[in-house]
């Protein structure tokens, strides 16, 4: 299994920044993909933003050139991904979850519990 932890959100005024981290442990060498997910209250969950073991990233459009997905894999038993935000907009107020995927799965398995990130206008 792997368990993902998400830290980092929190309150900001428009155009600031906030910088989320999702620490990955268990059994993280299956691990292919990391992704940045979010959901505000009466939408659907959106895709933000992912990254690949080999480092490859895609973003969503609506963040595209505002928030940067990074891997931290200098540990032995815990990865870290980020994402930083900036350029912060009222509408990226949602909860932001990370979640994982494994080799030979395509779906995101193991997700985070999410942490709330609130952008003021």
Do not use: H
């Not at 981290?21 to 299956?30: A, K, L, V, Y």
């Amino acid at each position: 299994q792997v368990q993902t932890v998400e830290s980092g959100g929190g309150l900001a005024q428009t155009g600031g920044s906030l910088r989320l981290s999702c620490e990955t442990s268990g059994r993280i060498s299956n691990v292919y993909v990391v992704g940045w997910f979010r959901q505000a209250p009466g939408n659907e969950r959106q895709q933000v933003a992912i990254i690949r073991r080999g480092g490859s990233t895609k973003y969503a459009d609506f963040v595209e050139g505002r928030f940067t997905i990074s891997r931290d894999t200098a540990k032995d038993t815990v990865d870290t991904v980020y994402l930083q935000m900036n350029s912060l907009k009222p509408e990226d107020t949602a909860v932001y979850y990370c979640a994982v995927s494994e080799y030979g799965s395509n779906q995101f398995y193991y997700w985070g519990q999410g942490t709330q990130v609130t952008v003021s206008s």
